[in-house]
């Protein structure tokens, strides 16, 4: 199981992320620009929701059985991933990877242009 730390960490790390608790004190919100990326409940660490591209969701339902529809959210643009060991930890991390560019892709080009100046810098380092 992942576990929570190295998970915010993950999270964290992307740049212009923030964490935040918008919805109730358990419900961490992974945010890039004051966008939604990721959330998950600090109670209950079993899954993480993940923004997901349309068909790419279907597709990834189809391979990993235990991955549904996003719990609470919009059923066609997110996923419930477990952290229970059903998807790879490796692809876990980069379904986090694509959501957040999905987000960075749809943020106002400014703001887009300044988030992934600041990934080719700290690609640089």
């Not at 943020?107 to 640089?124: F, T, Y």
């Amino acid at each position: 199981m992942i576990h929570l730390e190295e998970l915010r960490q993950y999270c964290l790390s992307k740049p212009y992320t923030t964490e935040e608790l918008p919805f109730d004190d358990v419900t961490l919100v992974y945010k890039v620009m004051g966008k939604m990326f990721a959330l998950a409940a600090s109670d209950d660490w079993g899954h993480i929701n993940l923004k997901c591209d349309p068909d790419e969701a279907v597709e990834r339902r189809a391979e990993y059985e235990s991955v549904q529809p996003g719990y609470h959210m919009n059923k066609k643009h997110w996923l419930t991933v477990p952290l229970d060991g059903s998807v790879p930890y490796s692809v876990v991390y980069s379904w986090i990877d694509d959501s957040y560019g999905l987000v960075v892709a749809s943020l106002p080009k400014a703001k887009r242009l300044e988030v992934i100046a600041a990934i080719e810098d700290a690609a640089d380092k």
